[in-house]
T-cell receptor
Framework: ETGVTQSPTHLIKTRGQQVTLRCSSQSGHNTVSWYQQALGQGPQFIFQYYREEENGRGNFPPRFSGLQFPNYSSELNVNALELDDSALYLC?????????????FGPGTRLLVL | EDKVVQSPLSLVVHEGDTVTLNCSYEVTNFRSLLWYKQEKKAPTFLFMLTSSGIEKKSGRLSSILDKKELFSILNITATQTGDSAVYLCAVGYRGSQGNLIFGKGTKLSVKP
């Protein structure tokens, strides 16, 4: 196990609702990245947080937002949920924001939007 | 457009077989290539490769990177049923701001 934890493990929402997913990074890691993994696909980068600031963002709309707290844990918020948001959401922590740094993944939150 | 392509997409073998999984990439300003094993949810880290031609090994798994031909292979010898998983290849690049670009993965099934 990597020491990265996520909650909840599963979640069911309906279209238009809002959701908050949580992630605790591995001890000593100050960088958290979020990924969306649709069924049968590889993970896609949503954004990364480094020391409470957004450090980079993938091709996701503004209704995907995040936070990082002083203890380096993080939240992913998704507003106005759409059916296509159904996916496994993975959080990964790394020692630093250095490019190409190894990222260690949590177990994910499986979100189903009905 | 940057991309990572894995092949085959799925593979069925029997215990004891040796398998080779492929990952090719077209990424500007390449920095590193990473292999992960995903059994149910969390991808678990296997290897990170940055230098061409240097093999990394861990038990029955090994991997090598060819930066000239832009590909990597992951070898698994004497496969076991516990090796059944999706194997993901990801590339990190300069200027990425944290982004790893993943391939779609290779689903390996090892039959007893």
């Amino acid at each position: 196990e990597t020491g990265v934890t996520q909650s909840p493990t599963h979640l069911i929402k309906t279209r238009g609702q809002q959701v908050t997913l949580r992630c605790s990074s591995q001890s000593g890691h100050n960088t958290v990245s979020w990924y969306q993994q649709a069924l049968g696909q590889g993970p896609q980068f949503i954004f990364q947080y480094y020391r409470e600031e957004e450090n980079g963002r993938g091709n996701f709309p503004p209704r995907f937002s995040g936070l990082q707290f002083p203890n380096y844990s993080s939240e992913l918020n998704v507003n106005a949920l759409e059916l296509d948001d159904s996916a496994l959401y993975l959080c990964a922590s790394s020692l630093d924001r250095k490019e190409g740094e190894t990222q260690y993944f949590g177990p994910g939150t499986r979100l189903l939007v009905l | 457009e940057d991309k990572v392509v894995q092949s085959p997409l799925s593979l069925v073998v029997h215990e004891g077989d040796t398998v080779t999984l492929n990952c090719s990439y077209e990424v500007t300003n390449f920095r590193s290539l990473l292999w992960y094993k995903q059994e149910k949810k969390a991808p678990t880290f296997l290897f990170m490769l940055t230098s061409s031609g240097i093999e990394k090994k861990s038990g029955r798994l090994s991997s090598i990177l060819d930066k000239k031909e832009l590909f990597s292979i992951l070898n698994i010898t004497a496969t076991q049923t516990g090796d059944s998983a999706v194997y993901l290849c990801a590339v990190g690049y300069r200027g990425s701001q944290g982004n790893l670009i993943f391939g779609k993965g290779t689903k390996l099934s090892v039959k007893p």
